[in-house]
C-alpha cells in the first residue's frame, strides 16, 4: 500500500474533500474544504476524480514521508515547501520517492494550504465523505505524527499541468454581502458595510467571529425561532458582534441574519487570519 507516514503536524490537519451535502435534515452540515476553489485547483492538477480526498493544513507546519512513489500537490496558502530540504514552490506537482519527505513551513500570507496526491487519499468515507466535520465530530479525526495516510484511486484523467502560479491575498479584502433576511433585527444594518472589521482569535471552521463596534440589536423584536442556516450567513447574537458562518457552521441559528457573504467569496474568508482586517459592501 502505497501512502504518507505523518511525521509532524504544526497547527490542525484535516482530511477534507466536497463536503457531505443533502444530510441537513438529520442535523448534519455539509462540512468540506473551507477555501474549495484552492483545494479544487489542487485535485484538478493531480487529475483527480471529483470529491478526491486532500489534507488541509492551517499555518503548515505538516511533515509527510512517501513509502512509495507519490505525486503530491500543495495550494491554497503559499507555504515554504522542502522535499528533503530541497526548496520547491506550491502549485507544482511533485513526484516524491519512497522515503522522501516533504515539509510546510509558515506560509507568510493567508491561512490554509492543501496537500493532495494523485488518487487522492483513501481514508474510510462517513455519509459519503471523508471530510472532517469540527462541529459534529464526524469524519476522520486530526492528523498526528504517526498516522498513516493510504493513496487512494480516485483518478479521472491524465496530469495534464505540471504548475500554476501560487496564491497571493490583498491586505483587506473588501466582501460582497447580499442582505439577509433579517436586516431589520439591527439598528442601521448599513454599519455592517461601513466599517473595518477585525477577525477574532475564536474564529474556527465553524464561524469567523467579528471584532469591532458592535451592531445595536433592535428593540422589541423578541425572539426568533430557529431558522435554516448556510455557509456565509451573517449572525448578529445579542452582543452585536457579527459572527459568519464557515463550512462546519450548525444547520440552524436562533440569532438574526442581517446579510449572507456571496458564496464565491466565502473562498477568501476561509484564508483569514485572526487579527487580520475586512470589510464588506453590499452586492448590486
Do not use: K
Amino acid at each position: 500500500m502505497t501512502a504518507l507516514l505523518v511525521r509532524a503536524v504544526g497547527g490542525p490537519c484535516l482530511v477534507q474533500d466536497a463536503g457531505r451535502p443533502g444530510y441537513a435534515a438529520i442535523g448534519v452540515g455539509a462540512s468540506g474544504a473551507a477555501d474549495r476553489a484552492s483545494y479544487a485547483l489542487g485535485e484538478r492538477l493531480l487529475g483527480n476524480a471529483d470529491g478526491a480526498a486532500a489534507v488541509e493544513v492551517v499555518l503548515g507546519g505538516l511533515e509527510v514521508e512517501a513509502t512509495g512513489v507519490v505525486w503530491a500537490c500543495v495550494t491554497g496558502a503559499p507555504v515554504p515547501l522542502d522535499v528533503d530540504g530541497r526548496p520547491e514552490p506550491t502549485g507544482a506537482v511533485l513526484a516524491l520517492q519512497p522515503g522522501q519527505r516533504l515539509r510546510l513551513g509558515v506560509p507568510p500570507s493567508g491561512l490554509r494550504s492543501y496537500l493532495g496526491v494523485r488518487g487522492g487519499f483513501g481514508v474510510p468515507p462517513l455519509l459519503a465523505s471523508r471530510s472532517r466535520d469540527t462541529l459534529s465530530g464526524l469524519g476522520p479525526a486530526p492528523l498526528a505524527a504517526g498516522d498513516l495516510l493510504p493513496v487512494g484511486r480516485d483518478v479521472a484523467g491524465e496530469m495534464l499541468v505540471d504548475a500554476v502560479p501560487p496564491a497571493a491575498y490583498d491586505d483587506r479584502p473588501v466582501l460582497r454581502v447580499v442582505r439577509g433576511p433579517r436586516d431589520d433585527w439591527v439598528d442601521a444594518a448599513d454599519r455592517l458595510v461601513e466599517q473595518v472589521w477585525r477577525v477574532g482569535a475564536a474564529s474556527d471552521r465553524v464561524g469567523l467571529r467579528l471584532e469591532g463596534e458592535p451592531l445595536t440589536p433592535a428593540p422589541a423584536r423578541g425572539e426568533l425561532p430557529s431558522e435554516g442556516a448556510l455557509r456565509g450567513a451573517i449572525q448578529v447574537p445579542p452582543g452585536g458582534a457579527p459572527v459568519v458562518f464557515g463550512p462546519d457552521h450548525p444547520v440552524t441559528g436562533g440569532y438574526p441574519v442581517i446579510g449572507v457573504v456571496a458564496d464565491a467569496d466565502t473562498d477568501r474568508l476561509a484564508q483569514l487570519r485572526p487579527g487580520e482586517q475586512v470589510q464588506f459592501r453590499w452586492a448590486q
